[in-house]
């Protein structure tokens, strides 16, 4: 937006206060039962070639007026990211005539209609216009599969507690898929589930991955409350998994009951999508998660670590995030604001779990698991001048709303850094913790103590920052709200965690295990200070850094280096080839439809982070090794 039109926009808002029209008519939520009944929302998911859902949902209602909703505040995503603008072709019919609706101008997620009288029910029919290419959005239907979320293919009446509104949901698949959800199936009929009604903010808790190519692995056999891997694939080969990789995902589940000592669902689903076609996604749910990988996730997973802490990052959600809930993520429903003050444990400490647990687990070897401590405790020792500069971690937990993507300036941005930072943060409080109890108390007791209460019951349970400093102070007493704070709103060090558990950081020419190029990425981040990817594209340059400071950008492509025709290799020799000397790695890149050379000077060679032992005890080790 320029400056004029801001300068307008203005303007008209603050005519529309005067004029007192400022507010949307969107009636407040109450803790009431949604009394005129539950909603049935029919969801026909067969146009795969398309990419088409179409709802047709009953919702009953008393003659009036009525505002309908489509849920806009994503749990998971933190953020107003309900895809508003793929919804198409509404119509609601009362008694079998159309009625005219009027979306809210200053809430365009509301609907508003007149409800005649004698009618009791309203017949609501829609399209969910998903994504055909990832330009658009998320992919979440292929010909082979689809994720389906309920927040996306259903109107909800606004004046509710979502969990006051009674759903029953049904859907038909392609002929011949097969479904996975954490929902309840009451019936098949043809290729039509229904589900057991719930309350609507579960039924939006709860998500379906279907398709042609599935297997459901039983991860907890014989448990009262059963786990289950669901997996879709692009194609069936990609459905075979490893013995070893089974067994380590088998520990996952037990290794999590270790730490918490309870668990907050009567059953749980990972929904696992092998994909080139749909898009990533890790999003969690109180009984199950969404997953989403490349197809070649098994097959190729001797590539190296990263990702592979997925499942167990989203798992801890169950615990930390959809059962203990901060309390401002604690909203009445999908409309009301989200506020992110607390993210940096819902995601900081969770990204913490889900690296400790993918090592427990054996997800990760020893050496992976430090490895990817070292790339992340880099990342604040040399990736993130903006937090020195101008940000700070609690500002960063304001990103889902701002929905900063990353990818410009990242490192100057420090986009979404509550998860990478919250989890520098909890390494550190661990060792504190050790230290303050004479290595008595861990931070496995904090979360038993703060997550693991109430084995069995899944209502939420919020918290408050002041919930985290008294559990804290029970584990060990210490000037906590000083400690976090500090780390929180201040500009200092982020690592101090590796030091504290007998490890040091250091660079060296070797790869770790953490940077693993099999996709044709070229990470120098921290010798030229570039992210690359196969074919010379620049996607991140490190703020400041030497190709930032010769002039490189993001979206320019290098073309050659040292006079040779760009590959990663190329780049790595020319940086090692300068390392000690005062000549230059020259960079031949085109940015729009001009060629230029830059020189970047370069000369500590190329530069990996490691984590070696220092001298001080080690309670790394202890921290990712499996509990007996
Ligand atoms: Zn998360």
Redesign the pocket.
């Known amino acids: 937006m320029t400056r004029r039109y801001l300068v307008a926009a203005v303007l008209s808002f603050l005519a529309a206060i005067v004029g007192g029209s400022a507010r949307a008519e969107v009636p407040a939520p109450r803790a009431e039962d949604y009394a005129p009944g539950t909603l049935k929302i029919n969801v026909d998911a067969t146009d795969i070639a398309h990419r088409i859902f179409s709802v047709h949902e009953r919702i009953p209602t008393a003659p009036g007026p009525l505002t309908l909703l489509y849920p806009q505040w994503i749990p998971g995503t933190h953020g107003p990211s309900g895809p508003i603008d793929r919804l198409a072709g509404l119509t609601i019919r009362a008694n079998g005539q159309v009625l005219p609706w009027r979306r809210d101008p200053l809430d365009v997620f509301a609907f508003h209609v007149d409800v005649p009288p004698g009618a009791h029910e309203l017949e609501v029919v829609f399209q969910f216009l998903s994504p055909l290419d990832k330009s658009q959005g998320r992919v979440v239907m292929t010909p082979e599969l689809l994720d389906l979320q309920w927040n996306t293919v259903s109107l909800y009446p606004a004046g509710y507690y979502a969990n006051r509104i009674r759903a029953e949901a049904s859907v038909t698949y392609p002929a011949g898929w097969q479904s996975a959800t954490a929902l309840e199936v009451v019936s098949h009929n043809g290729n039509t589930v229904t589900y057991q009604p719930i309350a609507y903010d579960d039924l939006v808790d709860s998500p379906i991955y279907a398709g042609s190519h599935f297997r459901r692995i039983d991860l907890d056999p014989r448990a009262p409350t059963p786990v289950h891997l669901d997996i879709v694939a692009d194609e069936p080969k990609y459905l075979e998994i490893a013995p070893q990789l089974l067994k380590a995902y088998q520990q996952l589940v037990q290794q999590m009951y270790q730490l918490y000592g309870a668990r907050h669902y009567d059953h749980y689903d990972f929904l696992l999508a092998l994909s080139n076609k749909m898009s990533s996604i ?1 999003l ?1 749910h109180h009984r199950s998660s969404e997953n989403g990988v490349d197809a070649d996730y098994f097959s190729k997973w001797s590539d190296g670590p990263a990702r592979h802490d997925l499942l167990s ?2 798992f801890n ?1 169950s615990w930390d ?1 959809k059962y203990r809930r901060a309390a401002d993520q604690n909203t009445p429903n999908f409309n009301a604001p989200l506020q992110g003050s607390l993210l940096w444990v819902y ?1 900081g400490q ?2 913490f779990w889900g690296y400790v647990m993918a090592a427990r687990s054996g997800l990760w070897s020893p050496e992976e698991a430090r490895d990817m401590f070292a790339s992340a405790a880099a990342m604040f020792d040399e990736g993130r001048p903006g937090l020195a500069a101008w940000r700070t971690v609690q500002d960063t937990t304001n990103d889902p709303v701002l929905a900063r993507r990353g990818g410009v300036f990242r490192s100057y941005q420090a986009s979404f850094d509550y ?1 990478p930072a919250g989890m520098m943060i909890w390494l550190d409080v661990d060792a504190k913790l050790r230290e303050l109890s004479r290595n008595q108390r861990r931070i496995d007791d904090f979360c038993k103590a703060f997550f693991g209460m109430q084995d069995g019951k899944y209502d939420v349970n919020p918290y408050t920052f002041e919930d985290i400093v008294r559990t804290l102070n029970a584990v060990a007493p210490y000037d906590w709200v000083t400690y976090l704070r500090t780390r929180l709103d201040g500009h200092g060090s982020l690592t101090g965690g590796i030091a504290a558990h007998g490890w040091q950081l250091v660079y060296t020419d070797k790869p770790s295990t953490a940077f693993n190029s099999s996709k044709g990425v070229t990470d120098v981040t921290y010798s030229l200070g570039a992210l690359l990817g196969k074919d010379g594209e620049v996607t991140d340059v490190l703020w400041d850094g030497p190709a930032f400071k010769a002039g490189l950008a993001p979206d320019m492509k290098v073309l050659a280096v040292n006079g040779r025709e760009f590959s990663g290799e190329a780049l790595k020799q020319a940086i090692t080839a300068a390392k000690g000397t005062s000549a230059p790695v020259e960079l031949l890149v085109k940015d729009f439809d001009e060629y230029r050379t830059l020189s970047v000077a370069c000369h500590e060679g190329l530069r990996y982070p490691h984590l070696v032992r220092t001298a001080a005890p080690d309670s790394l080790s202890d921290l990712i090794a499996a509990r007996k």
Request: proline share 0%; hydrophobic share 0%.
């Open positions: 890790g969690e990052h989203e959600h995030g995601e969770t990204q998860y």
